[in-house]
């Protein structure tokens, strides 16, 4: 018996690319992130869904209500566990400014290693991430989950299932409204698909 999670990165926003938003802000979808919220709800229609859990962010509450408006799988539940990384200090910070931080040039060579200031490591979110996972997989075999939650904690979660280095996760692209889909069971996880975008 096998548990199917659709991991989804929220959709866009006006920071995006501009600010490390992290935990800062209410940060709402801008006009490009709700199409793109619609279109995963459509994509995602099909993979009859038995629940979906949604980041306490606003951005990942806005993309998971639009998939849940057209998916036959109850509300939206909302899990700390698939939150946005704690980045500390960093939060709201502009990547111009971070890119003159020798931590922040740390971090993003040696996650395995480092830790933003007053904020939480790597190996901490893939803790959370991997114990929400495994809670699923106990509740509900044979079932298509959807989480819906930011880049990084989907790079914990599939480092980790892919059993690779914490210090490779710029070795792979996790977009905004895309799905990544991962497969587990009491043999281990197994990515499936990796990164699918709609547009």
Known sequence: MTTTFLLVRHAAHDDLGRLLTGRAGDIALNATGRQQAQKLGVRLQREKLSAIYSSPQRRAQETAAEIASVCDCGPVETSADIDEIDFGSWAGESFDTLAGDPDWQKWNSLRSETCPPNGESMQDVQRRVKAFLEAQIAARKDQTVALVSHADVIK????????????????????????????????????????????
């Open 156 to 199: 914990a979660a599939v480092i980790d299932a892919m059993d690779i280095h914490i210090d490779d996760w710029s070795a792979f692209d996790i977009a905004p409204a895309s799905i990544t889909s991962l497969v587990a069971g009491d043999w281990g996880a197994r990515i499936f698909t990796l990164n699918e975008t709609l547009e």
